[in-house]
């Protein structure tokens, strides 16, 4: 059974920074492309970053480029994602996904992806 766990969401002020993690199990980790996407309260989905399995050719969207990263651990498992700078904007619940960067047709399409983790909910607020 594929299964993705995220953790370390919070509630932190404006220019703080968080960092996310996603421990995955029931498949081939190494070899998959991951992604972070995010939905904040009211808006669709967002695609932010992607990497694949060697984790040395990250992407971003540009509402994040320069203040996320993506990172991934393959002995592990584990897919991370830092996040600097936060904004207020930057309020939603975090997904790890698997499955990469998304084409404009699949955007806010949920079943681009082929496996979610629960989430975890970043609270950037003053």
């Known amino acids: 059974e594929v299964q993705l766990v995220e953790s370390g969401g919070g509630l932190v002020q404006p220019g703080a920074s968080l960092t996310l993690s996603c421990a995955a199990a029931g498949f081939t980790f190494s070899t998959s492309i991951m992604s972070w996407v995010r939905q904040g309260p009211g808006k669709e989905i967002e695609w932010l970053s992607s990497?694949?399995?060697?984790?040395?050719?990250?992407n971003y969207a540009d509402s994040v480029k320069g203040r996320f990263t993506i990172s991934r651990d393959n002995a592990k498992n584990s897919l991370y994602l830092k996040l600097n700078s936060l904004k207020p904007e930057d309020t939603a619940v975090y997904y790890c996904?698997?499955?990469?960067?998304?084409?404009?047709?699949?955007?806010?399409?949920?079943?681009?992806?082929?496996?979610w983790g629960q989430g975890t909910q970043v609270t950037v607020s003053s």
């Open positions: 990497i694949n399995g060697g984790g040395n050719v990250p």
């Open positions: 996904t698997r499955g990469g960067r998304p084409p404009t047709s699949f955007a806010t399409d949920r079943r681009w992806w082929t496996a």
